[in-house]
C-alpha cells in the first residue's frame, strides 16, 4: 500500500549523495554524502547502481513491506548536481519534501548530524544547484557536519573541504555510519522533520 505523500509516485523517498565524481574526490569531506548513501544501498541490499540522469542510480525495497526507495549519486560534479536531482525527481513525480538530500555541512562542528526540511544553502554549492534544479530549497537534508577551516578565505575553504579527513578513520566511519542511521529514521518515518526556521 502506498504511503502518504506517495500520490502514484514509483518511489517514496529519492535520496542524493552529494559529492564529486572520481577517484581523486574519494575520502574528501566533500564526498561524505557519496558515503553515506554508499552505506544505505548496502544496508539495505539494493541492486548494484546504473548510470541514469546523469548519475549512478538504485532503487529497492528498504526491507520486507518497507519504503520503496531510489539512491542517487550524482556524477555531474557537485556543482551541478541539479541537473542530475531535477529530472530523477520529475520522473519519480515526488514532492520536495521526499527528497532527502545528504551532505556535508562545514557550519557544524565534526561530528554533528541534524535533520531538517528546507533552508539556508550557507554558500554550498550542491545545495545551490538543487535549490535551482528543483525551483526551491524546500527539500528534506542530512546535514552532516565536517567541521569548519579557521579562515573564511574561499580558496582555503575549499581546499578544507575538497581535502581528506584529518580526523581518526575510525571517526569518520562513526560518522557515515550515524548520518546513515539518522536518514534511515527519516525514510522509515521514525524521525519527525522540522523546518527551517
Known amino acids: 500500500m502506498?504511503?502518504?505523500?506517495?500520490?502514484?509516485?514509483?518511489?517514496?523517498?529519492?535520496?542524493?549523495?552529494?559529492?564529486?565524481?572520481?577517484s581523486e574526490y574519494t575520502g574528501t569531506r566533500h564526498n561524505i554524502g557519496f558515503e553515506i548513501a554508499n552505506l544505505l544501498a548496502q544496508r539495505w541490499g539494493l541492486p548494484?547502481?546504473?548510470?541514469?540522469?546523469?548519475?549512478?542510480?538504485?532503487?529497492?525495497?528498504?526491507?520486507?513491506?518497507?519504503?520503496?526507495?531510489?539512491?542517487?549519486?550524482?556524477?555531474t560534479y557537485m556543482n551541478e548536481a541539479g541537473q542530475s536531482v531535477s529530472p530523477a525527481r520529475g520522473a519519480m513525480k515526488l514532492p520536495l519534501d521526499r527528497v532527502l538530500a545528504l551532505h556535508d555541512e562545514i557550519d557544524l562542528p565534526f561530528g554533528e548530524i541534524r535533520v531538517r526540511i528546507g533552508g539556508g544553502l550557507a554558500g554550498h554549492n550542491g545545495l545551490k544547484s538543487l535549490k535551482q534544479g528543483l525551483g526551491s530549497a524546500d527539500f528534506a537534508r542530512v546535514r552532516v557536519g565536517v567541521g569548519r577551516p579557521p579562515t573564511t578565505d574561499p580558496d582555503r575553504v575549499a581546499a578544507y573541504v575538497l581535502g581528506p579527513f584529518r580526523e581518526p578513520k575510525g571517526d569518520v566511519q562513526a560518522l557515515v555510519e550515524q548520518a546513515a542511521d539518522a536518514a534511515e529514521r527519516v525514510v522509515l518515518g521514525d524521525t519527525e522533520l522540522p523546518a527551517a526556521r
Open 2 to 22: 502506498p504511503l502518504p505523500g506517495r500520490r502514484g509516485a514509483p518511489v517514496d523517498w529519492l535520496l542524493v549523495g552529494l559529492g564529486n565524481p572520481g
Open 48 to 75: 548494484r547502481a546504473k548510470s541514469k540522469y546523469s548519475g549512478l542510480l538504485t532503487e529497492g525495497r528498504t526491507g520486507p513491506g518497507g519504503p520503496q526507495v531510489a539512491v542517487l549519486l550524482p556524477q
